[in-house]
């Protein structure tokens, strides 16, 4: 199971912290449910062709932050979604929606993924400049 996961060696992003984004938004959204069972770090970075190393120190952030638990004869397994904070409201299903609409009119506005990605960052560097 990569459940859709890539790392770009030419992106800039280091490949563990990709994978941890990665996870931790497959996570968010519900796609990786609590009880989940992820890829042993072998096997995922077998998958990747990338090194053992790099795929465990992604499973540690992600076991520090408190969204997988590895254990021993069950493997590496998830714990729950990132914490909302107290008061705020999850709006996953709209918010999806907005996402899948995004990435539809990106597609066929002839822009790239990364590109898409790389617009998105730069707008919410900006919308966190006005709202500070």
Do not use: C, W
């Not at 499973?59 to 021993?72: A, F, N, V, W």
């Amino acid at each position: 199971m990569t459940a859709g996961i890539t790392v770009d060696l030419t992106d800039p992003v280091p490949p563990f912290e990709q994978i941890r984004r990665q996870l931790r938004s497959l996570i968010a959204v519900g796609v990786l449910e609590p009880g989940s069972r992820l890829p042993t770090v072998r096997s995922l970075a077998g998958d990747l062709g990338i090194a053992a190393g790099t795929v465990a120190r992604a499973y540690k952030e992600l076991e520090q932050q408190g969204l997988i638990e590895s254990r021993r004869r069950n493997g590496t397994v998830v714990v729950g979604p990132p914490q909302v904070p107290h008061g705020t409201v999850r709006g996953d299903a709209a918010v999806m929606a907005a996402v899948d609409g995004l990435i539809r009119t990106a597609r066929e506005a002839g822009i790239g993924d990364e590109s898409l990605v790389d617009l998105l960052r730069g707008r919410l560097a900006q919308t966190s400049k006005l709202d500070s």
